[in-house]
C-alpha cells in the first residue's frame, strides 16, 4: 500500500494547525515562557500547563476556546536523545483548548478532520485509541466519524486516562496513531509498536473531578485540553525517518556537521547521534536563555549548563575545535524566529551566555585533558595498560571530562579504560544521591523514618515459609502515612514479619495477596527500605487498616521461577570459570521470573562452540541433581572456604552462603532450589557485548522454558508452511531462496543500468557546445544512483575529449541523486567533479563530493532539482567558456 504524504515545513504546519482552529473560533494565543508560573515544575513541560488554573477552576478564562503551539521542555529521558527516532528536550506542542464549551463529538470531529483534510492523511493509514471504560468516545470513532473497530483500541488507564494529581480534574483520553506499515493488516494492532505506529494527537476529555477518597464525579464544566507534536507530525510529512532530519532541527545538525568536516548522511552511527544530541539541544537552549535562564548549579540554571555542556562534548567527539555553539544558535534562530520574534530579539544576550558557557566549559576539559595526561604516563610508567575506572570517573565527576573522550585518547595512546570500575564508582555515587534524597519527607523512606521509633524491622520468613500471619504495621499512600485506605488504592504496606523476597541481589521482589477480614490486596512488587519490606499493591475488595491481622501469602508458581532462574545464574557464573576462562567475575544481574540476565567482565565474546559447552555443562550439573547447603557464616570464613561475592552487594559481618558442593559457592541474600534438579532445563538465548569489556548472557530455565520452546515451535511451524518443507529443511530452503534472491536482484540491477544506458544515450542529441567543449546536463527519471554513475560515465567516455556531463534523478520520495563525469581537459580548466557536485546538491538539500573526474551527490528536496540542473549549467558555461 503506496503512500507519500504532501510534503510541508514544519512552519507551515504550525501555521495551517492555528488557523485551522482559527477559523473555528478559537483564540489564537502566544506561547507561554518556558518559565511556568506553576511552582510544582521546573519548566514548561507541557502545552496544557499555561492553562492548568483555568482547568483546576483557579481562573477564569477569557476565552472560551484557545489555540496554542507551545515550547516545552523535558529532560527526564536525556540519554534517550539522539539514540531513539522521537526523544527530545525542546519540542514544540500543538493544542486546541476548550473551557466548558464544546466537548467530545466535536473535538474528535475536528481531530479527524484536521488529520484527514488539512494533512491530508489517508483514513485507512490513522488508528485510534480510546480508554477501555469510555463507550462514549468508543461510539463516536465508530459511528460518527467511521473508523473501523479493528481500528479503534481500547488501552489502560496508565495510557488513556490524563489527571492533575491525586485529587482534582481528570478524565479519559483518545490518541489518533499514524500506521506506517498499514499492509499488515488490522488483526492484532499492537500500537506500542514504534516501527510501524507514531502517536500524533492526543485528545483529553476533562470530565470527572477525583475527591480524596478516589471517588469520580461528573464536573459541571467539561473541558477539551489536547496535543499534537509538531516535530512527529513534521516527520510524518516529510517522509523522514525520525524527528531529528526534518526541517525543525536538520539544519542545526548540517550547520554541526559542516563545522566538524563531515557528511552526516555518511557518518557512522555514533557520530550521528552526537549531531543529532546538538540538534536538539541548541533548540532547547536557545529557547531557555530567551526566556531568560541563566546557567547555573542549581534548579533551571543547572539543566541550561548541562545541555549546553553536552553540546560542546559531543561537537569534541565528533572533531569539532574551539567554539563552535553561537554558530549552531544562529541557525536555531533563524529557524524559529518568525514563530518566535523573541529568540531574535535576545540574539546578542543568547550568543554571549553560550560563549561564556561554552569558553568555560572548554577551559574545564582543559584541565581534564592535563590530568588525563598525567594518568596516562603513569599507567605507562607502571607498566600496565589500562587506565582505571577510577581515575576516569574522577575526571568525569569532579573535571567534568567525559568518558567518551578519554576512551579516545587513551586508545590513541594504545590504552583501554576500565569502564566496568567507571560503572562501579558511578553507581557508588548514583547510591549517594538517592540517600541524599531520601531525606525528603514525601518519599516512602522519608514516612518509614517517622515511623521507625514505632515499628519493628520486618522478620523476613521467606526461606522457608510461603505463607504467614502478620500485623499491618504502616499503610502509605503516594509515599504519606495513613491510619486506613479503602479498595482500589494503590498502597506501599509494611508488616511485622513477611515471607515476600524483597528486590535485591539482581532477584526481582515476590507477588502475591495479603487477605483478611473482608479484605484482599494484591502486592506486585516487594522493595527493601533500611529494615522494612514495602509491599507495594493495590486493595482490591474492602478497607485496610494498621494494626489488622492478614495472612500474607506468595505466588508460589513465580517464586519457584524465580528460584530455577537464581540458581540457574550461580551454574552459570561456574560454568564460565570452568570452561572460558577461571578470572570472570559478574558485573551485574537480573533474575526475573521468566528469564536471567548475567553480565560478566570478559575482553572477548564467546565463540559459539563455548556457548554450546557452557550450557551443556550448566545442564549437566542440573541432571546430577545437587543438592543445595545453606549456611550462615562469618564473613571471613565464607571467603576462605571460596565464596564467590555478588556484584555491588553489602555484605556485614555475617553472610548467608549458598553451597551446591563441588559445582558453585556464592554470598547471596536470594531464594535457590533445594536442588539442582529442580531447574529442570537451561538454555541461552543471547551472548553480547554492553559495554567495553563486559558480555551479556541472557538465558532461561525452568517452567520458563516451556514459553520459550512456544514461541520457537510456533516460528518453526509457521516458516514450515509458509515454505511447505519439513522443519530440519528450512535451513536449505531458506540458503535457496537468498541464493535466489541475489541472482535476481544481480539481473534487476543489471537491466537499471542497461535501462540508464538506453534512456542516456537519447540525451546525446541535447549536447552543447561551448568553445572546444561539450557540456550535457539534463535530468533521468527514475533512475537510481548506481545506474546513473554508470550512464555518466559511459556518456562522459563517448563524447570524448573536453566533455562534462552532469546527471541527476529522483529514484524515490524525498532522494535526489545527483552525478557529475569531467574528462581531464575540464578539471584543467579548474572544475573539480567533487566540488562541482557538492556545491550543486546543496540547492536540493543535500551534499556529497568525490574525485576530480567522477563524483556522486544527494539531496532530499526533489522540487528543487530542476533549479539545481539549471544552475549546474549556467556554472559549467561560465568555467568553460
Same mark, same amino acid.
Given at each position: 500500500?503506496?503512500?507519500?504524504?504532501?510534503?510541508?515545513?514544519?512552519?507551515?504546519?504550525?501555521?495551517?494547525?492555528?488557523?485551522?482552529?482559527?477559523?473555528?473560533?478559537?483564540?489564537?494565543?502566544?506561547?507561554?515562557?518556558?518559565?511556568?508560573?506553576?511552582?510544582?515544575?521546573?519548566?514548561?513541560?507541557?502545552?496544557?500547563?499555561?492553562?492548568?488554573?483555568?482547568?483546576?477552576?483557579?481562573?477564569?478564562?477569557?476565552?472560551?476556546?484557545?489555540?496554542?503551539?507551545?515550547?516545552?521542555?523535558?529532560?527526564?529521558?536525556?540519554?534517550?536523545?539522539?539514540?531513539?527516532?522521537?526523544?527530545?528536550?525542546?519540542?514544540?506542542?500543538?493544542?486546541?483548548?476548550?473551557?466548558?464549551?464544546?466537548?467530545?463529538?466535536?473535538?474528535?470531529?475536528?481531530?479527524?478532520?484536521?488529520?484527514?483534510?488539512?494533512?491530508?492523511?489517508?483514513?485507512?493509514?490513522?488508528?485510534?485509541?480510546?480508554?477501555?471504560?469510555?463507550?462514549?468516545?468508543?461510539?463516536?470513532?465508530?459511528?460518527?466519524?467511521?473508523?473501523?473497530?479493528?481500528?479503534?483500541?481500547?488501552?489502560?488507564?496508565?495510557?488513556?486516562?490524563?489527571?492533575?494529581?491525586?485529587?482534582?480534574?481528570?478524565?479519559?483520553?483518545?490518541?489518533?496513531?499514524?500506521?506506517?506499515?498499514?499492509?499488515?493488516?488490522?488483526?492484532?494492532?499492537?500500537?506500542?509498536?514504534?516501527?510501524?505506529?507514531?502517536?500524533?494527537?492526543?485528545?483529553?476529555?476533562?470530565?470527572?473531578?477525583?475527591?480524596?477518597?478516589?471517588?469520580?464525579?461528573?464536573?459541571?464544566?467539561?473541558?477539551?485540553?489536547?496535543?499534537?507534536?509538531?516535530?512527529?507530525?513534521?516527520?510524518?510529512?516529510?517522509?523522514?525517518?525520525?524527528?531529528?532530519?526534518?526541517?525543525?532541527?536538520?539544519?542545526?545538525?548540517?550547520?554541526?556537521?559542516?563545522?566538524?568536516?563531515?557528511?552526516?548522511?555518511?557518518?557512522?552511527?555514533?557520530?550521528?547521534?552526537?549531531?543529532?544530541?546538538?540538534?536538539?539541544?541548541?533548540?532547547?537552549?536557545?529557547?531557555?536563555?530567551?526566556?531568560?535562564?541563566?546557567?547555573?548549579?542549581?534548579?533551571?540554571?543547572?539543566?541550561?549548563?548541562?545541555?549546553?555542556?553536552?553540546?560542546?562534548?559531543?561537537?569534541?567527539?565528533?572533531?569539532?575545535?574551539?567554539?563552535?555553539?553561537?554558530?549552531?544558535?544562529?541557525?536555531?534562530?533563524?529557524?524559529?524566529?518568525?514563530?518566535?520574534?523573541?529568540?531574535?530579539?535576545?540574539?546578542?544576550?543568547?550568543?554571549?551566555?553560550?560563549?561564556?558557557?561554552?569558553?568555560?566549559?572548554?577551559?574545564?576539559?582543559?584541565?581534564?585533558?592535563?590530568?588525563?595526561?598525567?594518568?596516562? %604516563? @603513569? =599507567?605507562?610508567?607502571?607498566?600496565? $595498560?589500562? !587506565?582505571?575506572? +577510577?581515575? #576516569?570517573?574522577?575526571?568525569? *565527576?569532579?573535571?567534568?571530562?567525559?568518558?567518551?573522550?578519554?576512551?579516545?585518547?587513551?586508545?590513541?595512546?594504545?590504552?583501554?579504560?576500565?569502564?566496568?570500575?567507571?560503572?562501579?564508582?558511578?553507581?557508588?555515587?548514583?547510591?549517594?544521591?538517592?540517600?541524599?534524597?531520601?531525606?525528603?519527607?514525601?518519599?516512602?523512606?522519608?514516612?518509614?523514618?517517622?515511623?521507625?521509633?514505632?515499628?519493628?524491622?520486618?522478620?523476613?520468613?521467606?526461606?522457608?515459609?510461603?505463607?504467614?500471619? %502478620? @500485623? =499491618?504495621?504502616?499503610?502509605?499512600? $503516594?509515599? !504519606?502515612?495513613? +491510619?486506613? #485506605?479503602?479498595?482500589?488504592? *494503590?498502597?506501599?504496606?509494611?508488616?511485622?514479619?513477611?515471607?515476600?523476597?524483597?528486590?535485591?541481589?539482581?532477584?526481582?521482589?515476590?507477588?502475591?495477596?495479603?487477605?483478611?477480614?473482608?479484605?484482599?490486596?494484591?502486592?506486585?512488587?516487594?522493595?527493601?527500605?533500611?529494615?522494612?519490606?514495602?509491599?507495594?499493591?493495590?486493595?482490591?475488595?474492602?478497607?485496610?487498616?494498621?494494626?489488622?491481622?492478614?495472612?500474607?501469602?506468595?505466588?508460589?508458581?513465580?517464586?519457584?521461577?524465580?528460584?530455577?532462574?537464581?540458581?540457574?545464574?550461580?551454574?552459570?557464573?561456574?560454568?564460565?570459570?570452568?570452561?572460558?576462562?577461571?578470572?570472570?567475575?559478574?558485573?551485574?544481574?537480573?533474575?526475573?521470573?521468566?528469564?536471567?540476565?548475567?553480565?560478566?567482565?570478559?575482553?572477548?565474546?564467546?565463540?559459539?562452540?563455548?556457548?554450546?559447552?557452557?550450557?551443556?555443562?550448566?545442564?549437566?550439573?542440573?541432571?546430577?541433581?545437587?543438592?543445595?547447603?545453606?549456611?550462615?557464616?562469618?564473613?571471613?570464613?565464607?571467603?576462605?572456604?571460596?565464596?564467590?561475592?555478588?556484584?555491588?552487594?553489602?555484605?556485614?559481618?555475617?553472610?548467608?552462603?549458598?553451597?551446591?558442593?563441588?559445582?558453585?559457592?556464592?554470598?547471596?541474600?536470594?531464594?535457590?532450589?533445594?536442588?539442582?534438579?529442580?531447574?529442570?532445563?537451561?538454555?541461552?538465548?543471547?551472548?553480547?557485548?554492553?559495554?567495553?569489556?563486559?558480555?551479556?548472557?541472557?538465558?532461561?530455565?525452568?517452567?520458563?522454558?516451556?514459553?520459550?520452546?512456544?514461541?520457537?515451535?510456533?516460528?518453526?511451524?509457521?516458516?514450515?508452511?509458509?515454505?511447505?518443507?519439513?522443519?530440519?529443511?528450512?535451513?536449505?530452503?531458506?540458503?535457496?531462496?537468498?541464493?535466489?534472491?541475489?541472482?535476481?536482484?544481480?539481473?534487476?540491477?543489471?537491466?537499471?543500468?542497461?535501462?540508464?544506458?538506453?534512456?542516456?544515450?537519447?540525451?546525446?542529441?541535447?549536447?552543447?557546445?561551448?568553445?572546444?567543449?561539450?557540456?550535457?546536463?539534463?535530468?533521468?527519471?527514475?533512475?537510481?544512483?548506481?545506474?546513473?554513475?554508470?550512464?555518466?560515465?559511459?556518456?562522459?567516455?563517448?563524447?570524448?575529449?573536453?566533455?562534462?556531463?552532469?546527471?541527476?534523478?529522483?529514484?524515490?520520495?524525498?532522494?535526489?541523486?545527483?552525478?557529475?563525469?569531467?574528462?581531464?581537459?575540464?578539471?584543467?580548466?579548474?572544475?573539480?567533479?567533487?566540488?562541482?557536485?557538492?556545491?550543486?546538491?546543496?540547492?536540493?538539500?543535500?551534499?556529497?563530493?568525490?574525485?576530480?573526474?567522477?563524483?556522486?551527490?544527494?539531496?532530499?528536496?526533489?522540487?528543487?532539482?530542476?533549479?539545481?540542473?539549471?544552475?549546474?549549467?549556467?556554472?559549467?558555461?561560465?568555467?568553460?567558456?
Amino acid at each position: 500500500m503506496s503512500f507519500h504524504p504532501q510534503y510541508l515545513g514544519g512552519n507551515e504546519i504550525r501555521t495551517l494547525f492555528l488557523d485551522f482552529y482559527s477559523q473555528r473560533g478559537h483564540q489564537i494565543l502566544p506561547s507561554a515562557s518556558l518559565v511556568p508560573e506553576d511552582p510544582t515544575v521546573l519548566l514548561t513541560i507541557a502545552g496544557m500547563l499555561p492553562f492548568k488554573p483555568i482547568f483546576l477552576g483557579q481562573r477564569t478564562p477569557e476565552f472560551k476556546r484557545a489555540t496554542t503551539s507551545q515550547k516545552c521542555i523535558r529532560t527526564n529521558d536525556i540519554e534517550n536523545v539522539g539514540r531513539t527516532k522521537r526523544h527530545q528536550t525542546f519540542f514544540e506542542m500543538l493544542g486546541n483548548f476548550s473551557f466548558g464549551d464544546y466537548f467530545k463529538e466535536q473535538a474528535i470531529a475536528w481531530g479527524w478532520e484536521i488529520s484527514t483534510t488539512v494533512f491530508k492523511l489517508p483514513p485507512e493509514r490513522l488508528v485510534v485509541s480510546v480508554f477501555q471504560e469510555d463507550d462514549e468516545a468508543y461510539a463516536i470513532w465508530r459511528d460518527k466519524i467511521g473508523v473501523s473497530q479493528k481500528r479503534i483500541k481500547r488501552m489502560g488507564a496508565d495510557d488513556n486516562f490524563w489527571a492533575s494529581g491525586p485529587t482534582g480534574p481528570c478524565g479519559p483520553c483518545s490518541e489518533i496513531y499514524y500506521d506506517f506499515h498499514p499492509e499488515q493488516g488490522d488483526d492484532n494492532i499492537d500500537l506500542e509498536d514504534d516501527t510501524r505506529f507514531i502517536e500524533f494527537y492526543n485528545l483529553v476529555f476533562m470530565q470527572y473531578n477525583r475527591d480524596a477518597e478516589g471517588n469520580l464525579t461528573p464536573l459541571a464544566n467539561k473541558n477539551i485540553d489536547t496535543g499534537m507534536g509538531l516535530e512527529r507530525m513534521a516527520q510524518i510529512l516529510q517522509s523522514v525517518p525520525n524527528n531529528y532530519e526534518t526541517d525543525l532541527i536538520f539544519p542545526i545538525i548540517k550547520k554541526a556537521a559542516e563545522i566538524a568536516g563531515i557528511d552526516y548522511t555518511e557518518s557512522s552511527e555514533k557520530t550521528k547521534v552526537s549531531l543529532k544530541v546538538i540538534g536538539d539541544h541548541v533548540r532547547a537552549v536557545v529557547h531557555m536563555i530567551a526566556d531568560e535562564i541563566r546557567a547555573s548549579n542549581v534548579g533551571r540554571g543547572y539543566v541550561l549548563r548541562r545541555l549546553i555542556r553536552r553540546v560542546v562534548r559531543h561537537g569534541r567527539l565528533i572533531g569539532i575545535q574551539g567554539e563552535f555553539t553561537t554558530q549552531v544558535a544562529e541557525v536555531a534562530i533563524s529557524l524559529a524566529e518568525d514563530a518566535y520574534p523573541n529568540l531574535r530579539q535576545r540574539e546578542n544576550n543568547i550568543k554571549a551566555e553560550l560563549q561564556r558557557e561554552e569558553s568555560r566549559f572548554l577551559q574545564t576539559l582543559e584541565r581534564g585533558e592535563k590530568l588525563l595526561e598525567e594518568i596516562i %604516563a @603513569k =599507567v605507562k610508567q607502571q607498566g600496565k $595498560n589500562q !587506565i582505571s575506572g +577510577e581515575d #576516569a570517573f574522577t575526571l568525569f *565527576d569532579t573535571y567534568g571530562f567525559p568518558l567518551e573522550l578519554t576512551q579516545e585518547i587513551a586508545e590513541e595512546n594504545n590504552l583501554t579504560v576500565d569502564v566496568a570500575g567507571f560503572d562501579v564508582e558511578m553507581e557508588k555515587q548514583r547510591q549517594r544521591a538517592r540517600e541524599a534524597h531520601e531525606t525528603i519527607d514525601l518519599t516512602v523512606q522519608g514516612s518509614l523514618d517517622k515511623l521507625a521509633e514505632h515499628i519493628h524491622a520486618t522478620e523476613f520468613l521467606g526461606y522457608t515459609e510461603p505463607t504467614t500471619t %502478620a @500485623k =499491618v504495621e504502616a499503610i502509605l499512600v $503516594n509515599g !504519606i502515612a495513613e +491510619e486506613e #485506605a479503602e479498595a482500589g488504592t *494503590d498502597v506501599q504496606i509494611v508488616l511485622d514479619k513477611t515471607p515476600f523476597y524483597a528486590e535485591s541481589g539482581g532477584q526481582i521482589g515476590d507477588k502475591g495477596y495479603l487477605s483478611g477480614e473482608g479484605v484482599v490486596v494484591t502486592i506486585n512488587d516487594v522493595k527493601k527500605e533500611s529494615d522494612f519490606y514495602v509491599h507495594f499493591g493495590r486493595i482490591e475488595r474492602g478497607t485496610l487498616r494498621v494494626g489488622d491481622a492478614v495472612s500474607a501469602q506468595i505466588d508460589r508458581a513465580c517464586r519457584r521461577r524465580a528460584q530455577a532462574n537464581h540458581t540457574a545464574t550461580h551454574l552459570l557464573q561456574a560454568a564460565l570459570k570452568k570452561i572460558v576462562d577461571d578470572t570472570i567475575s559478574q558485573a551485574g544481574s537480573l533474575v526475573d521470573f521468566d528469564r536471567l540476565r548475567f553480565d560478566f567482565n570478559c575482553p572477548r565474546a564467546l565463540t559459539a562452540e563455548e556457548i554450546q559447552q557452557v550450557e551443556e555443562q550448566v545442564n549437566t550439573w542440573i541432571a546430577e541433581a545437587h543438592s543445595a547447603k545453606v549456611a550462615i557464616l562469618p564473613i571471613a570464613e565464607a571467603k576462605a572456604k571460596g565464596a564467590i561475592a555478588m556484584f555491588g552487594e553489602k555484605y556485614g559481618d555475617e553472610v548467608r552462603v549458598i553451597d551446591f558442593p563441588g559445582v558453585s559457592m556464592e554470598l547471596c541474600g536470594g531464594t535457590h532450589v533445594s536442588n539442582t534438579a529442580e531447574v529442570g532445563v537451561f538454555k541461552i538465548i543471547s551472548e553480547a557485548g554492553v559495554a567495553s569489556g563486559v558480555r551479556r548472557i541472557e538465558a532461561v530455565s525452568g517452567p520458563a522454558i516451556l514459553d520459550y520452546l512456544h514461541v520457537r515451535d510456533t516460528v518453526v511451524k509457521d516458516l514450515s508452511d509458509r515454505f511447505k518443507v519439513k522443519p530440519e529443511e528450512l535451513p536449505e530452503r531458506i540458503t535457496t531462496l537468498q541464493n535466489e534472491l541475489r541472482t535476481s536482484q544481480k539481473e534487476l540491477e543489471n537491466l537499471k543500468s542497461q535501462l540508464a544506458i538506453a534512456k542516456s544515450d537519447q540525451l546525446l542529441q541535447t549536447v552543447e557546445a561551448v568553445g572546444d567543449y561539450k557540456i550535457l546536463v539534463a535530468q533521468l527519471e527514475d533512475v537510481d544512483a548506481e545506474s546513473l554513475k554508470t550512464a555518466a560515465e559511459r556518456l562522459q567516455q563517448k563524447l570524448g575529449v573536453g566533455a562534462a556531463v552532469v546527471l541527476g534523478s529522483v529514484p524515490e520520495v524525498g532522494k535526489v541523486s545527483l552525478v557529475a563525469a569531467f574528462s581531464p581537459e575540464v578539471n584543467k580548466k579548474g572544475l573539480q567533479a567533487g566540488k562541482f557536485i557538492g556545491a550543486i546538491a546543496k540547492i536540493c538539500g543535500g551534499g556529497g563530493g568525490g574525485r576530480p573526474n567522477l563524483a556522486q551527490a544527494g539531496g532530499r528536496d526533489a522540487s528543487k532539482l530542476p533549479e539545481a540542473l539549471e544552475k549546474a549549467k549556467a556554472e559549467l558555461i561560465a568555467g568553460l567558456s
